[in-house]
Nanobody, 124 residues
Framework: QVQLVQSGGGLVQSGGSLTLSCRGSGLTLEYHAIGWFRQAPGKEREGVSC????????YNLDSVKGRFTISRDNAGNTVYLQMNSLKPEDTAVYYCATVACGKYGLGKLIDDYWGQGTQVTVFS
């Protein structure tokens, strides 16, 4: 069974840091572009960042540039989202997924896989 298993997240004070992990189970992540999305209450889901199979990061959401960093560990079959200088407006459920990844953002694949989502709450 193919799964993307997420971990990390939680409650953090404004200015703090969190790291989200997305591990492949039954899926070798190095052969897939992986993206992170988030969805805040009452808002549409938005693409945050993505990384290609060549470890290129062509896209970061403007509001997270300079604060969030996506990376992958192929040996651990895991993609990370390091989030620094967190703000209350970063509060959302974060999802990883296999995506089409380019300089204009994250695109949906016909056959895609999604993590289960993890809550990030930033309080001031």
């Amino acid at each position: 069974q193919v799964q993307l298993v997420q971990s990390g997240g939680g409650l953090v004070q404004s200015g703090g840091s969190l790291t989200l992990s997305c591990r492949g189970s039954g899926l070798t992540l190095e052969y897939h572009a992986i993206g992170w999305f988030r969805q805040a209450p009452g808002k549409e889901r938005e693409g945050v960042s993505c990384i290609t199979t060549s470890d290129v990061v062509p896209y970061n959401l403007d509001s997270v540039k300079g604060r969030f960093t996506i990376s992958r560990d192929n040996a651990g079959n895991t993609v990370y989202l390091q989030m620094n200088s967190l703000k209350p407006e970063d509060t959302a459920v974060y999802y990883c997924a296999t995506v089409a990844c380019g300089k204009y953002g994250l695109g949906k694949l016909i056959d895609d896989y999604w993590g289960q989502g993890t809550q990030v709450t930033v309080f001031s």
